[in-house]
């Protein structure tokens, strides 16, 4: 996809900074489909002033793009709403940041990354907690105080007002009361981030917290920014509700090597192995469903000893940007496991 910025700046260096900007409102279209954006890049950069004979040109190489394989479509009325309530909203900065964060973990959703996912979630909870409790204030109109005791605050030793709102506003306010996930999500990333324990042991919290983390940052995004009802129910609609990545396919050959002597390469390659190429000769979108339809073209070489062949063989294709984890206890139900 081709993105044009028309920029006033001094040098060309300055102008290529604005890709930032572009950034920041990619993050917001990201959200708002609930699918990843690969990040932009500066590819072309050049001067545009009129009557000037000669002009700073820019060009950085990169790889070729690639096919999509997405089946998400951007809700336009909705997203644009969303996009100009963000503008002027006085949570602005905290909106933007927790953004920034939710799409950081969309860009990493694919099995292996879910530690890196629920800590960017993480961040971008703490982002927004502060907000979250501002408007809970402003709507209820009772002092700090005054909360605290509605929310059950009991004095303790090292255990403040200040302390147990930031809490109970993560838990209450963003995740929507569901304490299980809460704890979870707390507990990967700050034994991630700060060392206190080895990330293999942290996969499987990380794995179960990971979907439902998504889903209450989210919605608390989305509530917080005070889009109409109309639009905040197209957004969190079924058609939009589980996250997608950035979608490459991930394909798999099953077969059988069946011969006898040393398990070799062939012809100059050091293991037994297939030299496989493979295009995309035509992509169709079925306009209903959103579903995307592939023709391939594959060509695949056996690289083997010529006493061996390979028998059999089926292809596997996976999308890999439908990584859906099983999530500890169920959204819609009471979390009985506690702070």
């Known amino acids: 996809m081709e993105t044009v910025i028309d920029v006033e700046s001094e040098n060309i260096e300055d102008a290529v900074t604005w890709v930032t900007a572009g950034y920041e409102l990619a993050s917001i279209v990201s959200l708002a489909a609930n699918a990843a954006l690969s990040p ?12 000037k004979t000669e002009r700073e040109h820019f060009q950085r190489f990169v790889a070729t793009d690639k096919g999509t394989h997405s089946s ?5 009325d909705a997203t644009v709403a969303f996009m100009s309530a963000i503008a002027v ?6 909106l933007v940041r927790a953004i920034t964060q939710y ?6 959703w694919s099995m292996g990354n879910e530690l ?11 982002a927004l907690k502060i907000a979250c409790l501002r408007k809970q204030l402003d709507e209820t109109g009772v002092s700090r105080e005054e909360l605290a005791n509605e929310w059950g605050f009991v004095p303790a030793p090292n255990w403040t007002v200040d302390r147990f709102l930031d809490q109970e506003s993560r838990t209450r306010l963003v995740f929507h009361g569901d304490a299980l996930h809460h704890k979870l999500a707390k507990e990967v990333s700050d034994k991630f981030e700060h060392g206190l324990a080895n990330g293999g042991d942290l996969f499987k919290d990380a794995r179960e917290t990971l979907v439902p983390s998504a889903e209450h940052l989210r919605r608390a995004i989305i509530e917080l920014s005070g889009i109409a009802e109309c639009h905040a ?3 969190l609609s079924e058609k939009f509700k589980w996250p997608r990545g950035l979608g490459e396919l991930e394909q798999y050959f099953r077969s059988t090597l069946v011969g006898e002597g040393e398990i070799s390469g062939g012809a100059g390659w050091p293991h037994p192995c297939w030299e496989w190429r493979h295009t ?23 690289r083997i000893p010529a006493e061996f062949v390979f028998q059999g063989g089926k292809l596997e294709v996976w999308d ?14 009471e979390n009985t496991r506690g702070e």
């Open 280 to 302: 995309i000769k035509s992509v169709t979108l079925d306009e209903e469903s959103w579903i995307f339809s592939y023709t391939p073209e594959t060509n695949m070489t056996a």
């Open 116 to 126: 890196l996912c629920v800590a960017h979630l993480f961040m971008g909870v703490e």
């Open 72 to 76: 998400r479509r951007v809700p336009m």
């Open 103 to 108: 799409n950081q973990a969309l860009i990493r």
């Open 233 to 235: 129910s197209v957004l």
């Open 89 to 94: 909203h006085p949570e602005r900065n905290r």
């Open 320 to 333: 890999n940007g439908r990584f859906l984890p099983k999530s500890a206890g169920d959204l819609a139900s």
């Open 40 to 51: 932009l890049e500066i590819e072309l950069a050049y001067e545009t002033t009129p009557g």
